[in-house]
């Protein structure tokens, strides 16, 4: 602690210069936002390719102007071949879960607000920080890269199950060169995502200000607490899935390839790997990363709702130990993906029992959700109303779990489209619901400028609508019979599906276009907002008792000291219905849990 | 009228003068070189070639459906020719020889799920256009061991594609994993080189006089040489026979 | 704006269960033995998902409404209950319904998975590669000849890499396109994966299971419905996973007897 106050003491300016300052910068508060940037490119990226898919399933001739210069032989005259349309689809789900789901949500508001709001002067291991946005940025580099080598991007998924994915460019196009380079590029993530756990969790342990105790934590910092504890092992069992990958193309082993494999004829010089060890080692770490994903979804939509509801949730404890259950579990669980995939099949009954005990902590944090808006004194604003839809969403996304919990009936629904819908609306939209109520509501803060209100209502509809236009469909189709991962629908079967399709499409182009709202509603509002107080939202956490945007570090010369829980609303005997959690006024309040 | 009628004569001699030019120089450059000529056959009774079952690809199935096709790795002519064999020079031609490369773009179409032809053969860095007749989308994937590899969706009314090869192999298989019983070869060689036709006859344009080794290269049988000389303005014959098994 | 939201969000579950309750998109008709109870229990899934989701979307709307807007002066109040009561809820409610769907769930996966076909089953061997399903009947011998790996050419049509020539067992193996079965009669299929990871799935059967390079699963069923339906592959293969398919006749035996003769007689 010592070292850390003489520490502290150097770093109370920031560093002259541009480049340390805004692009190799130590301050969490820039990390975060770099990572938010990286988050919202690949974002752009991984939308625009979704359009370019659903525009080809709905209208597989449709030439899409201007595509034939991304690959001229995957894209011919704009016309997507039934390889790149994998190859997109594998593009697509790559970038949004590692670089958009897992950057956003958690590395970029994590690292801005972690810090603050334990009240800290910044990550005890700043340079760690820095080299863990770095290491994700040069990821992300390698990963797009895939897209301008000869044989393009690979096309074996986001899951990248062998032995396609190891096998090489005899299996298809792209899973030479495309396929090392994901290897390369997830395992460069994952070290990435390593170094920021580290710091996250010993910045929750040891950096804690004065009166912080555990319980005291906003529910924020303990998704993010979780999520870390979570990406550390996760992470760190990715890494050395994609090294042996790596491996397996360019040192000639074997791990996930058996032998007396004939792959167009040609029998292969490989022997003795497993297939199904790839894809325990991918799920372990897979479903984990659905929760990583979603956790802090989670904190943040609990942390605006409390501040829009006036009051904390029913109980602080409840939620953060679900919230532990849910990590927890999500472990056990992960053979829910390989029911069908050819492992014992007890085991499958043995990973159902968990998934389906999973939904106890799920709808636990649902019901209190709910529970606490009774009662409450809510207020309607551009980060509630995105709060409110990602309960809906996670709701709704949530009970089709039911389904694909139980072997029997995934017998049916594996690899359909209701996978696909149930996957998206749970965790890629809860997710990004979650993402756009901390943007909304911590704006303010990071820029001290407002965002536009009436923008940012008109933007909820048209995703929350969109979202669901988009995605409940896909679960219609899936239990009809529609599979998934088909770039066309040639058969008859599938067929008369296609006017679905086409429907979803449209409402894809509709939602997506829709963002450009909020893409301008925070660029405009960065430069040309309504200046924002301290405090624009009558919030209690620490992030609200510094200056918008906050100072260099953090805190000032003041070192701040908390005697009450995060969340101090509705009190009686208060000056307001809130006090700070640093306000040394004393309350009756019988909700401090110490 | 008659200056007009002057400067048509004129013309048309131009013409006249300029394609028997033509004409003599081709004759020039043809008169030193030499043809080979000759015929395939197959000794013994051709195995039996398996029906083909298309029953994955709709359109292609009720296509044959009243004929069903076969596979093609011994075809046999009614005077027991030998069909799709390529037969080329593989030993004896001067260094400066075959240095050009045809102009000729032969055509590999995928129609009906097969390959038409089903072997073809090409001068390095030859160029070859691949088209798909066919409503549904084929993927072509060359297997070759002295060239790269590649292997491409070729969906219905893509453009051709434009393709060739920069090193001599004898044979390339070519497959489309989506249609697995489409299999065809390019056989790729330096300098004159034909395929034999249904009566197992073939004819190598353009060999200069000389003492050269003969190739001939059938998919099950695989290869047989011979010598052969060829003298200027002369054709020689060479025939080849391959023994079933 | 509360309102707007109350109601919409309503209008969305409703309007996402009418599509359940017309049964437009339901799994084709099952015509295998086992398919009753998975069925049966997907049926029962939905009907607690549907609730949960109604319940769950209408309460949140109805607090939305109720709740926004509220004047300043207002107290806070709790749910009653509190955390403890939602806590027992999600228990006892959600919780509990959801164990014991998994427990009368494991029902139908026993049938699929825990009960071994019958010694006299129908064995017959499939195949999957890049692209396409091939099958293997044993022939009159009831053997099935060795793979060779290092024989396999789709080429020449020896798919299974079999060599009749040295292997007398081989020699009455019947390789076919399509998968044909005798109605009401155990099949039991022997799944070979011949390069990457495939799936064979029949929507009408009820059957759903990957191909596993390097390991051999198999899976058991009794069609008790004739006609031609679909198999589709359904796990990623490579560019030519949408076409990845094949047929499935169910036949009535003497059809089957007829057909499979003519197989034979193809070779």
């Not at chain 1, 300016?13 to 490119?41: C, N």
């Not at chain 1, 939904?359 to 004194?377: A, D, E, Q």
């Not at chain 2, 015929?39 to 398996?50: D, E, I, S, Y």
């Amino acid at each position: 602690m010592h070292d850390m106050s003489a520490h502290a003491l150097q770093h109370h300016a920031p560093p002259p210069g541009f480049v340390r300052k805004h692009i190799f910068s130590l301050d969490h508060k820039v990390i975060g936002e770099q990572y938010y940037g990286l988050a919202l490119l690949a974002v752009l990226i991984g939308m625009v390719l979704s359009w370019i898919m659903r525009l080809h399933l709905a209208w597989p001739d449709v030439h899409i102007p201007g595509l034939q210069l991304l690959s001229k032989n995957g894209a011919p005259g704009g016309v997507l071949t039934p390889e790149y349309y994998l190859q997109l689809m594998t593009m697509h789900g790559t970038i949004m879960v590692f670089f958009v789901l897992t950057t956003a949500p958690f590395a970029a508001f994590g690292n801005y607000f972690l810090p603050i709001q334990v009240g800290a002067e910044d990550m005890p291991f700043p340079r760690f920080n820095m080299m863990s946005f770095w290491v994700t940025f040069v990821s992300f580099c390698v990963a797009v890269a895939a897209f301008f080598v000869p044989d393009g991007p690979p096309l074996s998924g986001w899951t990248a199950y062998a032995p396609l994915s190891a096998l090489g460019a005899i299996a298809g196009p792209g899973q030479g060169m495309g396929q090392v380079l994901w290897a390369v590029s997830i395992a460069i993530f994952c070290v990435g995502q390593l170094l920021g756990a580290l710091n996250f969790i010993t910045t929750t342990l040891d950096m804690r200000c004065k009166g912080m105790s555990l319980m005291r934590l906003p529910l924020t910092v303990w998704a993010w607490f979780i999520t870390s504890c979570m990406g550390l092992t996760a992470f760190a069992v990715l890494l050395p899935a994609c090294i042996l990958l790596f491996l397996d193309h360019v040192a000639g082993t074997s791990f996930f390839i058996p032998g007396d494999l004939v792959v167009s004829d040609t029998l292969q010089p490989h022997a003795g790997g497993s297939t199904l060890l790839w894809q325990h080692l991918f799920w372990f770490f897979g479903h984990p990363e659905v929760y990583i994903a979603i956790v802090p979804g989670m904190g943040i939509v609990s942390h605006v709702l409390i501040t829009n509801m006036r009051r904390p949730m029913l109980s602080h404890r409840v939620l953060i130990y679900s919230m532990g259950a849910l990590a927890f579990l999500s472990y056990m669980v992960y053979g829910h993906h390989m029911f069908v995939s050819g492992m014992n099949p007890f085991s499958s009954l043995a990973f159902s029992f968990p998934t389906l005990a999973i939904t106890i902590p799920s709808t636990i944090i649902v019901l209190i959700w709910i529970g606490s808006l009774y009662g409450s004194k809510l207020r309607i604003n551009s980060p509630s109303l995105f709060a409110l839809g990602f309960i809906s969403l996670f709701v709704s996304g949530g009970v089709s779990g039911f389904f694909l919990a139980q072997p029997s009936i995934d017998i049916i629904l594996h690899a359909t489209y209701f996978v696909v819908g149930h996957f998206h609306l749970v965790m890629a939209l809860a997710a990004t619901f979650g993402i756009f109520a901390g943007t909304y509501f911590w704006f303010p803060k990071i820029t001290g400028r407002m965002m536009n209100e009436t923008l940012g209502k008109i933007h909820f509809w048209f995703t929350f609508v969109g979202a669901y236009c988009i995605f409940m469909p896909f679960h219609y189709l899936g239990m009809a019979g529609n599979v998934r991962r088909y770039q066309a629908f040639v058969d008859d079967f599938m067929q008369p599906f296609i006017p679905v399709h086409k429907f979803i499409t449209v409402a894809a182009l509709v939602t997506g276009g829709a963002q450009i709202l909020f893409l301008y509603n925070l660029i405009y509002s960065r430069f040309r907002g309504q200046p924002a107080s301290e405090n624009p939202w009558q919030a209690t956490s620490l992030e609200w008792t510094i200056p918008s945007p906050p100072p260099f570090n953090n805190f000032g010369d003041r070192i701040p000291v908390v005697y009450h829980d995060p969340y101090q609303y509705g009190v009686d005997g208060a000056s307001d219905d809130y006090v700070m959690q640093d306000s040394p006024e004393q309350t009756q309040s019988v909700r401090d849990e110490k | 009228m008659k200056t007009r009628n002057k400067l048509a004569g004129m013309l048309s001699a131009l013409v006249l003068a300029a394609v028997g030019a033509l004409m003599l120089s081709r004759n020039v450059s043809a008169a030193g070189e030499g043809k080979i000529t000759g015929t395939v056959k197959l000794a013994g009774t051709a195995p039996h070639q398996r029906a083909i079952d298309m029953s994955k690809e709709p359109y292609c199935q009720k296509l044959h459906a009243d004929h069903p096709v076969t596979l093609e790795n011994v075809v046999v002519g009614s005077n027991g020719g030998l069909q799709n064999v390529v037969v080329y020079v593989s030993e004896g031609l001067p260094a400066s020889a075959g240095g050009q490369v045809p102009s000729e773009k032969p055509k590999w179409d995928q129609k009906g799920c097969q390959y038409i032809p089903h072997v073809v053969a090409l001068d390095i860095n030859q160029h070859f256009l691949v088209t798909n007749s066919d409503p549904t989308s084929h993927n072509i994937h060359p297997i070759p061991t002295k060239n790269p590899q590649w292997n491409k969706s070729q969906p219905p009314g893509a453009q051709p594609f434009d393709v060739s090869w920069a090193n001599e192999e004898v044979s390339i298989p070519v497959k489309c994993n989506i249609h697995p019983w489409m299999h065809g070869w390019m056989a790729v060689v330096k300098g004159p080189t034909a395929v034999s036709d249904g009566n197992g006859s073939f004819t190598l344009d353009n060999v200069p006089p000389g003492n050269y080794t003969l190739t001939a290269w059938q998919e099950t049988y695989g290869a047989q040489t011979q010598k052969v000389t060829v003298a200027a303005g002369k054709p020689a014959t060479a025939d080849f026979t391959f023994k079933a098994k | 704006m509360a309102k707007v939201f109350a109601v919409t969000v309503i209008l969305i579950a409703i309007g996402s269960a009418i599509p359940i309750l017309m049964h437009k998109w339901v799994p084709p008709v099952d015509i295998s033995t086992h398919g009753p109870l998975i069925d049966e229990q997907l049926s029962e899934t939905m009907v607690e998902a549907g609730i949960s989701f109604l319940a769950a979307q209408f309460i949140l709307g109805l607090f939305v409404w109720k709740y926004s807007n509220t004047p300043k002066s207002a107290k806070i109040r709790n749910f009653p209950g509190g955390a403890t009561g939602l806590v027992t809820a999600a228990v006892l409610l959600v919780g509990l319904e959801a164990m014991a769907l998994g427990i009368f769930g494991a029902k139908a996966w026993a049938s699929v998975y825990f009960t071994p076909p019958k010694p006299d089953a129908l064995k017959i061997q499939a195949q999957a590669g890049q692209f396409a399903f091939y099958f293997r009947y044993p022939g009159p011998d009831g053997r099935f000849g060795p793979i060779h790996p290092d024989l396999i050419n789709e080429g020449t049509q020896n798919f299974f890499g079999l060599d009749p020539d040295h292997d007398p067992d081989s020699k009455d193996d019947i390789v076919t396109a399509e998968l044909a079965v005798p109605v009401n009669r155990e099949v039991h299929l022997l799944m070979h994966a011949k390069d990457v990871g495939h799936s064979f799935f029949v929507r009408e059967l009820r059957i759903q299971q990957d191909f596993v390079p390097g390991l051999d699963v198999s899976v058991h069923f009794t069609a008790n419905k004739t006609g031609r339906f679909e198999i589709v592959c359904t796990q990623l293969c490579g560019l030519g996973h949408y076409n990845m398919k094949a047929y499935l006749s169910v036949l009535s035996q003497p059809d089957y007897d007829t057909w499979l003769k003519q197989q034979a007689t193809m070779q």
